[in-house]
């Protein structure tokens, strides 16, 4: 009568809690802690060799692997390849995750001896500089972009528009003239 009881019990219990109850339970195994003194320094040492993540965040990517392992036990048929394809998923994640991040700041690394306010005004500058550019044409926006950034010249701009050199300055004079009066009307729209 006794195990009917908990066997009613275990069934009213949620999964969640049942899952939780036998990671508690595994964590607590010696032989769970002799699993995680073994493969701790190899999945430590794949994560900062192989994929240079850096010291202070690896452990917590091998303690996210042992609690996935922990929680999928009783699906994992070969422990050692299961772990290293942890490691090495968890790994590529943080990356991608890194990267998602610098790329919204349009992967400019700040840097550290930069006061904030300098990196927001720089920020603040860019954003300007992109709201200002969005409000030209696009040939104003093309033209300028070929000059100035990728460093054309004039005169392979106008081979490629089949058009003059001169028609080319004259066309930078008044991009450069139509970009500072958009950025006049931003200022004072917001300023109070």
Request: proline fraction near 5%; charged fraction near 25%.
């Amino acid at each position: 009568m006794d195990e009917d009881r908990k066997d009613l019990l275990a069934v009213e219990q949620p999964a969640d809690a049942r899952a939780e109850e036998t990671v508690a339970q595994t964590c607590t195994d010696p032989a769970f802690e002799q699993l995680y003194a073994t493969y701790f320094p190899l999945l430590r040492r794949i994560a900062m060799r192989k994929f240079t993540i850096p010291a202070e965040d690896v452990d917590a990517l091998i303690h996210d692997v042992f609690a996935t392992y922990l929680t999928h036990s009783s699906r994992v048929r070969e422990l050692h390849p299961y772990l290293i394809g942890g490691i090495c998923n968890a790994a590529r994640q943080y990356w991608r995750k890194s990267d998602a991040e610098r790329a919204m700041f349009s992967d400019a690394v700040p840097c550290e001896s930069l006061p904030d306010a300098a990196l927001l005004d720089a920020v603040a500058r860019s954003m300007d500089l992109r709201t200002i550019l969005g409000r030209l044409g696009p040939s104003c926006r093309e033209t300028l972009y070929r000059f100035y950034i990728r460093g054309e010249s004039a005169q392979s701009i106008a081979a490629s528009r089949s058009t003059t050199s001169n028609s080319i300055f004259q066309l930078l004079s008044y991009c450069r003239r139509s970009a500072r009066a958009a950025f006049r009307k931003k200022r004072e729209a917001s300023q109070p």
